[in-house]
Structure formats: C-alpha cells, structure tokens
C-alpha cells in the first residue's frame, strides 16, 4: 500500500495550516491550486495576466521539483480565471512549458478567487511513473491526440493514459476544426460533446460505460434544465460520479457547457 506525503514546499508561501500545497500517494501527486501570490503575501502581476500566468507556473514547477519531478509530469490541469479577454494572454505566457506532450486541461471563467487580484488559479495531478517513480515498471503515460477529436493545435492533450487510468480533458461542443456546433442549442451541444468524448474514449478501446468520473460545467443557470434533459441516460444503468456546477463561460462565448471525464479501461 502506498504511503501518503503531505508536503509544504519551503519554496512556496506558507499555507497557514489551511491546506497543504502537495500530496503525493506512490507516484500520483496531487497539487493544490497556485495562484500569483509571492513568498511575501503580495501579489505578483496586479492586473498583467500574462506576469501571473507565469508566476503560477514557476510555482507549480516548485511544488513538482519538491517530488522529483517537472512540470513535464502533470497529467491534468484545471485552470480557473476572472478576466474573460485575459485568456490568450494566459495562452501565450504558458505555451510550451509542459514540453511536448502538455496534460489534459479544463478552462473556467469564474467571478473571483480567493483575493481579488487573482487573475487566474491552476490546479494539477502529476504522474512521477515515467520519471522512475515507484510504479515506473508497472504503468507508462501516453499523451493522445484521437483521430476526429477538436483541433486544439497542440495547447493540451486529449487525451492522458496512465496504466488502466484515463484522464479526458474538458470537451467541448466543438467540431473536429474547433469550431462550435450548435449555438444556442443545448441539446445540439450536448449532442456533439458526447460524440467528443466516445472518439476519446475509443482511442483507447474505451466507450462510456467505462466513465468512472465527469464533471460538468454548464454556463448560465437559464441552460441547465435543457443540458441536463439532453444528457440523461447517456451512460446505460451503470452512470459515473458525477458533479455539476454553473460557472460564468468557458473558453469560448459560444460554449454553453464542457464535460470532463476520468474512465477506467482494462
């Protein structure tokens, strides 16, 4: 059985007791949310998304680097930000620092963090496997772009197969050019996000019965009788854990909700 760390990195701002900055079980990691706080208490970046972007990603490195490992060992990432027109200025200040095979991800715009000058938080789960961890002989980490899932043009990985463990990145309404379906229309766009997720699923022999877990972001209260009449039944007499929340947009004004998935596939 594993043996669970609970580690405070002394290169990250103290925590207070509230929380713990990473947790390592085997050769998982699970790392809290960074956000662009200094060491000091102050904020890195006040109103420059591109300065917070990369001062939350040096600390994310940090929390890595307390385990052995890089930024090149996350699976998933979950990012959070409160400026609608900030995110492609996120985009280009972290472009290419997972290396070439970036983790899953998932993109929320929210109404505020923990402090009002936080412009943006990421959260992430690190596999050490490939980098001689415990379990390295016994799973590797695959990145998977699947045939006819959404052109993402490289910004993260559909995909991330970790031994039987499937993480899916959030998937979205969007057809294999990246371009939104069905505007307007709840049940179109649930429709072609569960077409999104079986081609990830199948791209590991998987289908929908072998969802364990998916999170569900639905923009705007006023849509989500539609999705949730849309989505029923979608997962047979065995559906997954599931958990719901209405956030203020994604990545894209036209999305009206983005799936996230975790499945089991022997």
């Known amino acids: 059985m594993a043996d669970i760390e609970y580690i405070l990195p002394s290169t990250l701002p103290p925590t207070n007791g509230a929380y713990t900055h990473v947790v390592k079980i085997g050769d998982w ?11 000091d208490g102050s904020v890195v970046g006040v109103g420059d998304a591109s300065a917070q ?46 290396g070439p095979k970036p983790p899953t991800g998932t993109r929320l715009l929210i109404e505020r963090l ?3 000058e936080f412009m943006l ?15 390295a002989d016994m799973a590797t980490v695959e990145h998977i772009r699947p045939e006819g899932s959404p052109e993402n043009h490289g910004r993260y990985s559909h995909v991330v197969k970790v031994g039987p463990w499937i993480q899916i ?22 429709e072609q996000v569960f077409k999104n997720l079986e081609i990830a699923l199948a791209s590991v022999g998987g289908t929908l019965k072998d969802v364990v877990k998916t999170t569900v972001y639905v923009v705007g209260q006023e849509n989500m009788d539609g999705i949730r ?14 958990t719901l929340v209405v956030i203020s947009g994604l990545a894209r004004p036209e999305f009206m909700l983005e799936i996230e998935a975790i499945a089991y596939v022997e």
Do not use: C
């Not at 890089?70 to 280009?92: E, N, Q």
């Not at 009449?229 to 599931?242: I, L």
């Open 53 to 98: 972007t990369k001062q939350v990603y040096a600390r994310l490195a940090r929390a890595m680097e307390s385990v052995g490992g890089s930024l090149a060992d996350i699976v998933l990432t979950k990012t959070y930000w409160t400026v609608g027109d900030a995110w492609p200025a996120i985009t280009a200040a972290r472009a290419g620092l997972h």
């Open 121 to 135: 938080e990421v959260e992430a789960v690190g596999y050490l496997g490939d980098s001689g961890g415990q379990e």
């Open 169 to 190: 990145a959030g998937q979205t309404p969007s057809d294999v050019d990246g371009n939104p379906v069905g505007i307007g229309n709840p049940a179109a766009q649930v």
């Open 229 to 242: 009449a849309a989505r029923a039944g979608r997962f047979g007499d065995k559906p997954p854990t599931s």
């Open 114 to 116: 923990a402090r009002p």
């Open 29 to 39: 990691v699970m790392v809290a949310g960074q956000t662009a706080g200094d060491m």
